[in-house]
């Protein structure tokens, strides 16, 4: 079963916009990790955000914000600002309880354009 | 340079060859991951190593193996290529099992291309 549901294929944003990128999960695990990563067309996967279960706060990290809902299951990456460097591959990832392995959704494509 | 090197980042070989893949971790972190990336099945976990032991498995074919080395690199052989198995593959490490906030840090990968 699917289990991070990124719902947006693709994604336009002016610069010095903000934009919010779509994550849910489902899980029954009451301890998880949730986790957003940047691919850039270069390949490699910059780790951006993480927000565990039991955080009561929203995670910050610079211009990257995670809207966590833990009712509605879901953990919405906010750019504020956005930069052409920001143009990438985003993908949000779980970790459940203390399972090993992170499950990655499909992605989000950002384009930043001037 | 994110402390986790992988080699080679290209190899491009023939249907029914063995490939190795090489990882070697961030100083200090323990677990290792290796994870593939194709078009079609987007970012899959393939095996985890812990301190030597494997740890953990996930969608990996019988014709790919991986071991952990006691110095703590890793790598991960793969055999009998198909033309599907041409992906991105990424390896990455934490300090511990569970990779907390710290996340898992990823190498740069290995672009595998099956001709």
């Known amino acids: 079963a699917q289990k991070i549901t990124q719902t947006q294929p693709g994604m336009f944003v002016q610069e010095k916009e903000a934009v919010t990128l779509d994550c849910t999960y489902d899980?029954?695990?009451?301890?998880?990790?949730l986790f957003w990563y940047k691919q850039p067309s270069s390949g490699e996967m910059i780790f951006l955000i993480y927000q565990g279960s039991y955080d009561e706060q929203n995670a910050t990290e610079g211009r990257y914000s995670l809207n966590f809902q833990k009712a509605r299951k879901s953990a919405n990456l906010v750019i504020s600002a956005s930069q052409l460097g920001d143009s990438a591959m985003y993908f949000c990832?779980?970790?459940?309880?203390?399972?090993?392995?992170?499950?990655f959704g499909t992605g989000t494509r950002l384009q930043v354009f001037p | 340079d994110s402390g986790v090197t992988q080699t080679p980042k290209h190899l491009i070989t023939a249907t029914g060859q063995r490939v190795t893949l090489r990882c070697s971790p961030r100083?200090?972190?323990?677990?290792v991951y290796w994870y593939q990336q194709s078009l079609d099945q987007g970012l899959q976990f393939l095996i985890q190593?812990?301190?030597?032991?494997?740890?953990a498995k996930g969608n990996i074919l019988e014709r790919f193996s991986a071991q952990q080395f006691p110095d703590l690199h890793s790598e991960l052989n793969l055999s009998s290529l198909e033309l599907g198995d041409s992906a991105l593959y990424f390896c990455?490490?934490?300090?511990?099992?569970?990779?907390?906030?710290?996340?898992?840090?990823f190498g740069s990968g290995t672009r595998l291309t099956v001709v």
């Open positions: 100083s200090g972190d323990l677990s």
């Open positions: 990832a779980m970790r459940e309880g203390y399972a090993d392995k992170l499950i």
């Open positions: 990455a490490s934490s300090a511990d099992l569970t990779g907390g906030a710290d996340g898992y840090t």
């Open positions: 190593y812990y301190n030597g032991e494997e740890r």
């Open positions: 899980t029954s695990d009451q301890s998880y990790g």
